[in-house]
């Protein structure tokens, strides 16, 4: 160490660790810095410290990093750090670097300005070049259908080779060597050097091209090597652990032998495996350069010691061979990490959101949104339920990667900033003319009759050859022409100056500035401002702005005001005093891995260095796979200052989880069970009932009666304190001692319905749970939904049928039931629309089949509820439909939406024998048919067997004395149990799957 300590060094208050990485001037050196320990604070003290201790110029110091925003940072705090003294500051992406590279060399070679695509760009792009490739050279991705995959195989094929440095003949090469029989990867080397020949042709790259061009030209061209490789003395580099393969080999050609190298990172948060980025880098860091020393920085500043230890266990899970710990600054930090299991993905939302609510409107906890995120594995497939119940329990939100360089008014702004600032592209100034209503097809004709180059100097001002457009097309032409002579006119301008053309070029002064524009803008000022610091030009300003908002591609949300929600990847290097992990249940964090060996990064790796194969056993494969998401696991924790909150949801629709490994993993592996809506937000509705339900003696009696140690456990730890609100019990004794049984008499009559004796048949348990103590929980199963909706549905077109004396027709049926389906309660909005479509089938089916009768049937009762005495009980329940025929003869109808495999034979049936029972007691002397009717048909794989509804497949009865007294038999034993008080649990997987008080029950 040769650091001499300063006033200005010592005022920087560096821990130990963090001082020795700051002065180390011995050679290369490579900084593990843990989740906040300060590592941007290291980095840029380094920075400083090499500027005004060790004499370097700044602008001879290259900073890399890897998103926009890191960039941003680094250069406030090195500019603030060097008083403001320097302006001419190297901190930047990899990308923009490499960018500048490529236009400097272009500029001197006097060749033309390259274009860059963003994402929509080049997908349209391998959406063209795709449509050149005839069906007839194809060997796998076949005709129209397979166009959308095909676009995007090509384009994550382009990725992986761009990382692997892969041309066009590589790839050609690989998949020759590589073909597993498909032409999968055939069609894919051929799609890719097409794609690549267009980008060529037309002046444009994408951003893999970048990193790619640079080291092609670093090692073909030993002048410009040497001479790039002068212009930096000192290579600091951020997020070191997310370094691929292109990136790494420019470092290595930008300092050979490392002497000024200084990369950061952390192997544990090494999460991008999924574009190129490859721990390894920083693990093998000391054997690939030599002389390397390590430096760890493992003091925390973010979190408290619980939170801490719970990371510290999970990643040890993962075995690497530099195993460092994270310590809390604050060991008396009152931190806490709790892992809590609730019901479904919709309870998750619904219990992250009231818990939300408590924490912000509880004046003792006082905490504001901006304090609060939830991080997810994937936005794709939870936002739609946190985001619902976010939305219905009025809280704010903002969603990360809501990337508003994404919105195409955004993109618009962009097209007309390119414009103004850089070299005149023709697909910005066709894009904003388009938009302003010119003709694509006229465009499309001018690209057939020009090249691009002759299209580049018409857009100069050059003259061209234009024979051969037609006169529309010579209009257009003129158009996009006269858009960017504007827009060059205004280059000199300032940045608020050039903002205002671009907004008058793309139209939005015109048509009035959209939301999106506002806050993208806010951001464009925002590092105007910045950077105006450093004595950037306007157009330097822009430029890079737009560079890096086309290249970030995790754009966190900035906002104090809502809570935020983002994917894990996205927060990383963020932090929030109160963190919710979503999600965590096997199949949604770790999400299953996908066996997609052709963009297998190990085997491409492996096949760049050694041109062979190797194919790893499935197990190891795994393995690795486990490891990324154990990391990512791992980054989701260490965001939370003094909260963190793993949820676990058991059931995502009727489909059962597993609670995810990492929770265990993390030492948190006996879950709270969250009743939702019970245990997080004071008492609900449904809680009031239970209080007032557990009133009668027969309730207390009841569940006095649960003998069951856990049993009681569980349900202490929920209702207790309402029950000592309530002034039933007193806190000090026993649940059952509390509870004051009293015997119950056999004489006393119970009200009862189809359903209770149904579920008291699969399980007297349950039915002590939801029907004796009210414990009724508002689960919301997508299946439940379908069927209510489609009961919905048939009520009102019942009705319609009663008022017309016609059953409905197929345009009614539409009318209704997109009139009464339902916005919420599907697991995702595109099984909404299916079960949608589904249900105007069946109905559309049923109907056909009544209207088609020679004489139309009547309905006499629709949705009729009744209550009925059955001995000395009451029996209620509601009749779907009974119809009369022209004989006077009735049926009475109960609709089934599901598998009629589960139905009881109708002779047997205690529901049609209830119903039989209801109606003779108001027509003594009817005798009707009772039927299921079968929505569904038992053969109706996806509703693909035709539209006529069978008739046969209903299940029709007319109950005669012998019948009628068998299952009236069955009911009189079942409610015999009722009497005595004979709740045993009769656990079985199809009953507990999909019971309700699973997550209550012992049993469960
Ligand atoms: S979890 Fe199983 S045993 Fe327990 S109440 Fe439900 S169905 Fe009965």
Same mark, same amino acid.
């Given at each position: ?187 894919? +080397? ?175 906890? +006082? ?203 996205? +927060? ?50 795994? +393995? ?39 929770? !265990? ?240 034979? !109708? ?10 029972? !209801? ?56 409610? !015999? ?28």
């Amino acid at each position: 160490m040769t650091g001499v300590e300063s006033s200005w060094l010592s005022g920087l208050q560096l821990n130990p660790e963090q001082r020795a990485a700051v002065v180390y001037t011995g050679g290369p050196m490579r900084i593990l810095a843990g989740a906040g320990t300060g590592k941007t604070q290291t980095l840029t003290a380094r920075f400083a410290y090499l500027v005004r201790e060790l004499g370097v110029a700044p602008h001879q110091i290259l900073a890399l990093t890897f998103s926009r925003k890191a960039a941003e940072e680094m250069r406030n705090r090195v500019v603030k750090q060097l008083d403001g003294n320097y302006r001419d500051l190297s901190i930047m992406t990899f990308h923009a670097f490499c960018l500048r590279l490529v236009r400097e060399w272009r500029r001197e070679d006097g060749v033309t300005e390259i274009g860059i695509l963003g994402e929509d760009e080049r997908r349209w792009l391998a959406g063209l070049v795709i449509d050149t490739i005839p069906d007839t050279s194809r060997l796998h991705y076949f005709g129209a259908a397979a166009r959308g995959k095909y676009v995007g195989d090509l384009l994550t094929l382009s990725d992986r080779a761009k990382e692997h440095l892969l041309d066009p003949e590589k790839v050609a090469e690989y998949a020759a060597r590589k073909e597993d029989g498909t032409g999968r990867l055939q069609d894919l +080397a051929l799609a890719f050097a097409a794609y690549q020949a267009r980008l060529f042709d037309d002046h444009q790259r994408d951003y893999g091209d970048l990193a790619m061009e640079v080291v092609a030209r670093l090692r073909s061209e030993p002048l410009v090597r040497e001479r790039t490789r002068s212009l930096f003395q000192h290579l600091l580099v951020d997020e070191f652990q997310d370094t691929n393969l292109a990136q790494f080999s420019l470092l290595e050609l930008l300092m050979p032998d490392g002497r000024h190298l200084c990369v950061v990172g952390d192997p544990n948060q090494s999460i991008y495996a999924f574009r190129g980025g490859r721990p390894e880098y920083i693990t093998n860091f000391p054997e690939k350069i030599e002389g390397a020393v390590t430096f760890s920085l493992t003091e925390n500043y973010r979190s408290g010691p619980a939170i801490l230890n719970a990371a510290n266990q999970l990643i040890a899970f993962n075995d690497e061979r530099e195993r460092f710990d994270l310590r809390s600054y604050d060991p008396a930090s009152r931190a806490t990490i709790t892992a809590s299991e609730v019901a479904t993905v919709d309870h998750e939302a619904e219990v992250i959101a009231r818990r939300i609510l408590k924490l912000v409107r509880d004046p003792l906890l +006082a905490r504001r949104y901006g304090d609060i995120a939830i991080l997810v594995r994937s936005l794709k497939t939870s936002q739609e339920a946190i985001i619902r119940a976010l939305t219905a329990n009025g809280i704010p939100y903002r969603l990360g990667g809501d990337r508003v360089a994404g919105y195409e008014v955004v993109q618009d702004l962009l097209a007309a900033l390119r414009l103004t600032v850089g070299p005149s592209t023709w697909k910005d100034a066709v894009r904003l003319a388009v938009g302003q209503g010119a003709s694509a097809a006229a465009f499309r004709g001018i690209e057939g009759h020009l090249g691009p180059l002759e299209r580049d100097l018409a857009l100069s001002g050059e003259r061209v050859d234009l024979r051969d457009l037609s006169s529309d097309q010579r209009t257009a032409l003129q158009r996009v022409c006269t858009l960017a002579r504007n827009a060059r006119e205004s280059s000199s301008a300032e940045v608020p100056e050039l903002v205002y053309r671009a907004m008058e070029l793309s139209g939005q002064l015109r048509d009035g500035v959209p939301a999106e524009t506002g806050r993208f803008l806010s951001g464009v000022l925002r590092q105007a401002s910045t950077l105006a610091e450093t004595g950037a030009s306007a157009n330097d300003v822009l430029e890079q702005f737009i560079f890096s908002h086309d290249t970030d591609d995790n754009e966190a949300p900035d906002d104090p005001h809502g809570v935020q929600l983002l994917t894990v990847h996205a +927060a990383k290097g963020l932090e929030w005093p109160i963190v919710f992990v979503a999600g965590l249940a096997e199949g949604l964090f770790p999400v299953p891995m996908r066996l997609d060996r052709d963009f297998d990064l190990d085997q491409l790796s492996e096949w760049v260095s050694t041109e062979s194969f190797v194919d790893q056993p499935e197990a190891i494969r795994a +393995a690795s796979y486990m490891k990324e998401e154990r990391r990512l696991a791992y980054v989701a924790i260490t965001r939370g200052k003094e909260e963190v909150h793993l949820i676990i949801p058991r059931a995502s629709g009727v489909k059962r989880l597993a609670p995810s490994i990492f929770v !265990a993993e993390a030492g948190l592996g006996d879950p709270t069970r969250v009743i939702p809506g019970l245990a997080e937000n004071g008492p609900p509705a449904t809680m009031t009932d239970l209080v007032r339900n557990l009133r009668t003696s027969r309730q207390r009696a009841l569940a006095a009666s649960i003998d069951d140690p856990n049993a009681e456990r569980h349900l202490s730890s929920l209702m207790l304190a309402q029950w000592a609100a309530s002034g039933l019990v007193d806190g000090a004794t026993p649940l059952r001692d509390r509870l004051i049984p009293e015997p119950y008499g056999d004489s006393e009559p119970l009200r009862f319905s189809f359903s209770r004796l149904s579920t008291y048949e699969s399980c007297p348990r349950q039915y002590l749970y939801g029907s004796v103590l009210g414990l009724e929980l508002d689960e919301d199963f997508s299946s439940g939904t379908f069927g209510t909706a489609v009961h919905d549905a048939l009520k009102a077109l019942n009705h319609g049928w009663l008022e017309s004396g016609t059953p409905p027709d197929d345009p009614e049926i539409e009318r209704v039931v997109d009139l009464v389906w339902p916005e919420a309660g599907f697991d995702f909005a595109k099984q909404r629309e299916q079960l949608r479509l589904r249900a105007r089938k069946m109905l559309s089916r049923y109907y056909t089949w009544e209207r088609s009768k020679s004489s139309p049937r009547k309905p006499v009762a629709i949705e009729s509820a009744f209550r009925e005495p059955y001995g000395m009980h009451t029996v209620t329940g509601r009749i779907d439909l009974a119809l009369k025929d022209e004989t006077g003869g009735v049926e009475i109808i109960d609709f089934k939406t599901g598998n009629l495999s589960n139905l009881d034979k !109708a002779p047997e049936s205690m529901q049609l024998y209830l119903y039989d029972h !209801a109606w003779k007691q108001k027509n003594p002397e009817a005798s009707p048919r009772v039927s299921f009717y079968a929505l569904r048909q038992p053969d109706d794989k996806g509703f693909k067997t035709g539209p006529e509804w069978i008739p046969k497949q209903n299940i029709g009865h007319q109950h005669t004395e012998e019948t009628a007294a068998s299952a009236r038999q069955k009911i009189d034993g079942l409610l !015999a149990g009722m009497l005595e008080n004979d709740f045993t649990p009769r656990p079985g997987e199809k009953t507990c799957g999909f019971c309700r008080f699973r997550w209550l029950c012992p049993e469960g």
